[in-house]
């Protein structure tokens, strides 16, 4: 009879043991799948994101966090009704968070559903007034709306909120625009462009039809000239980008991306960029030239950014893969100049000279740097060259 | 007989399971640095929106820590909590970290304190990481000490410089620890200006500040201690599982300040008692 009974207690206590271990288990699995989440999310790997989060909701439903995590992954993969949903079901859970309700008023506003975009927008600037982001779209949503007047009155506050913000000035432009109030249009397109990256073309296009409405046709023709190269490099950045997206492993399109980048000045991004089109370079097993190529752009971009330190690794790789190229070896050059490296900067103008005779502007760059170590009679006979070189191409041309 | 040596297997497995904890590594000191009082550059103008504008900052002198807070050391904590519980009879576990199962090489909770005890504490949420500051009677940095901590008077990309080379552990390869947590102080060629280690990689690190992306705008040009308010607490220096980009001293990044994940943990801040600057 004790037997009996030491064995039911042994058999409860593993029934218990049990049940401890399954709900273990399951937590465990949640906390997997909310890891593999977000390391998908940061390497923008969205569709693996949303299984991971969409798995671990189905373990715990009730992580307002992690919806809206989940939410952002159907966003950033263009999931815009799923995305909605989520964000819905955050809200449901936790009704004031603002940073949710924001982003629910971003995919609205994607699906071009401004109007469902302001009341969650109105619920984030009234709870959180120091929230630019939330009055910067609540304006864009006005304006969208044909509703100037307010699009204005918020579009300022964004401004006391984000100084110098180019794309606020171009939506209050865009608002006085519409309004004909022309003066006022004007001199907000003109600080949008002053404020913004170079490649910001709408301010452009809103500064040509202003001018046009007032009669100056040929301001109007310049900033339509300028507006539309702009935008051919915003198209290319959009192609390229979208490619990379759909095909993480497309050398063309991160190469493509890497070089609009670079015309567009974005060279943080552009390091990014050529980073990636290096790794797939190697993994690719593409011709030496094409590494060395993205090598030489990712030096470029570091001089450009005024890291001339950070530009000698991957430019002498360069010049490792490729070592008849001249360019790589002024690139090189260029970079110790910077960094007060007289000599091993001349050498490797010396070196570029060498490999390329014929382009004037590796004798300039010599020139001047025999000029600064007291060398005047090569400075003096590379400058000659160069100004002959440079006579003797714009006369081909 | 045969019940007496079940008795007896049962038995030994619990105390199996029991004294799981086990390792007799040395935990590594984790003193506490001290910065100067100072105007430093804050923010970038040139990389991530959120970073701009820059601007100078006026800090009174205070501490950091050394290192990242250990298991070991949150184990302390954590233990004294448990001793509590069990006089007020209270069965929840408070501030216990987040299990990592299927990451062996930080495991689970507390066996992972006396198998990894200079590894970075992970699974804390901010409100663990706030309760165990207090435990020991200091605070979490505020946005602006955390980054003159690693930054010093420089404009450098990483604490230690502008070279790319792996002086942090991060998601690039072969940096020494690839796909998994290091042991703090693993990279002394990557400390800081004023000797703080791994401020770069590792585990992001709890700050005091709520998150607003345009905050530098307006902060405080002495002592700033980040928005009244906010939904997402500021991490700072990126992560095993970050690109050494995202490591940087000025970028910045948010997180609910309840998630416990395997990539964020803390540092600790105290101010100098005004009378001891």
């Given amino acids: 009879m004790r037997s009996w009974l030491i064995i039911f207690i042994i058999f409860c206590f593993g029934c218990s043991l049990n049940g401890l271990y399954a709900q273990g288990t399951d937590h465990s699995t949640y906390v997997q799948n909310v890891e593999k989440g977000f390391i998908s999310l940061f390497k923008g790997e969205n569709a693996n994101a949303v299984k991971a989060f969409e798995a671990a909701l189905a373990i715990e439903p009730n992580h307002y966090e992690i919806l809206h995590y989940l939410g952002m992954a159907y966003a950033e993969n263009e999931s815009w009704n799923k995305a909605v949903e989520v964000f819905q079901r955050s809200i449901d859970i936790k009704p004031d968070n603002i940073e949710v309700l924001y982003s629910l008023s971003v995919v609205y506003f994607k699906l071009n559903q401004w109007e469902n975009a302001v009341e969650p927008l109105q619920k984030v600037t009234e709870l959180s007034p120091r929230h630019a982001r939330g009055f910067e779209l609540l304006g864009k949503s006005y304006v969208k709306l044909r509703q100037y007047a307010k699009a204005i009155d918020v579009l300022k506050e964004a401004i006391k909120l984000r100084p110098n913000a180019a794309q606020n000035y171009n939506e209050i432009g865009t608002a006085y625009l519409n309004l004909k109030q022309y003066t006022d249009a004007i001199e907000n397109f003109t ?96 011709p030496p030239q094409t590494l060395a190529g993205f090598y030489h752009a990712l030096g470029q971009a570091f001089i450009n950014m005024r890291y001339p330190k950070l530009a000698l690794e991957p430019v002498s790789k360069a010049a490792q893969l490729m070592p008849k190229n001249a360019l790589f070896f002024n690139t090189l050059g260029s970079a110790y100049a910077m ?51 440079l006579a003797k191409q714009n006369k081909t041309k | 007989m045969k019940v007496r040596l079940f008795g007896i297997t049962f038995l030994l497995l619990l105390l199996t399971l029991a004294f799981h904890i086990e390792g007799d590594a040395e935990p590594k000191e984790n003193k506490m640095l001290l910065v100067s009082a100072g105007t430093f550059t804050m923010g970038s103008g040139n990389r991530a929106l959120d970073e701009r504008p820059v601007h100078k900052v006026y800090l009174d002198s205070f501490y950091i820590s050394k290192y990242e807070v250990t298991n070991s050391e949150y184990y302390e904590f954590w233990k004294s909590l448990q001793e509590k519980n069990e006089k007020t009879a209270e069965v929840k576990p408070q501030h216990t970290p987040e299990n990592f199962t299927h990451l062996p090489h930080i495991g689970n909770w507390p066996e992972r304190a006396k198998k990894f005890p200079d590894h970075p504490v992970v699974g804390v949420s901010w409100h663990d990481a706030k309760a165990y500051a207090q435990w020991k009677g200091m605070r979490l940095p505020t946005e602006a000490e955390w980054e003159k901590a690693a930054r010093g008077y420089s404009n450098n990309l990483w604490p230690w410089g502008n070279a790319l080379k792996p002086n942090a552990n991060t998601a690039e390869d072969n940096d020494g620890f690839d796909n998994r947590l290091a042991p703090v102080g693993s990279y002394p060629q990557g400390k800081s200006f004023f000797g703080a280690m791994d401020m770069a990689g590792n585990v992001w690190e709890w700050t005091a500040d709520w998150y607003s992306d345009v905050y530098y705008f307006h902060s405080p040009k002495q002592n700033p201690t980040g928005p009244t308010e906010g939904s997402w607490r500021v991490v700072r220096g990126g992560s095993w599982i970050d690109k050494l980009t995202r490591c940087g001293t000025t970028f910045r990044f948010y997180l609910y300040p309840t998630l416990k994940t395997s990539f964020v943990g803390f540092r600790l801040a105290k101010s100098v008692e005004k009378d001891k600057k």
């Fill in chain 1, 191 to 286: 600080k949008a462009v002053k404020f913004g990256t170079p490649d910001f073309a709408d301010p452009h296009f809103g500064l040509g039809t202003a001018y046009m409405r007032i009669g100056e046709r040929e301001k109007s023709k310049a900033e339509m000239q300028i507006y539309q190269r702009l935008q051919q490099n915003n198209v290319d950045y959009e192609r390229f980008t979208r490619l990379t997206r759909v095909d993480p492993n497309n050398l063309e399109g991160w190469s493509g991306l890497a070089k609009v980048l670079m015309r567009q000045k974005k060279y943080n991004r552009a390091i990014l960029t050529l980073q990636t089109c290096i790794e797939l370079s190697k993994k690719q097993k593409a």
């Fill in chain 1, 339 to 389: 960094i007060g490296d007289i000599n091993n900067a001349i050498a490797m103008f010396e070196k570029a000279v060498e490999l390329d005779q014929e382009q004037p502007y590796y004798h300039l760059n010599l020139s001047k740097l025999y000029q600064s170590i007291g060398r005047h009679q090569l400075a003096k006979e590379h400058q000659q060259l160069y100004q002959d070189l």
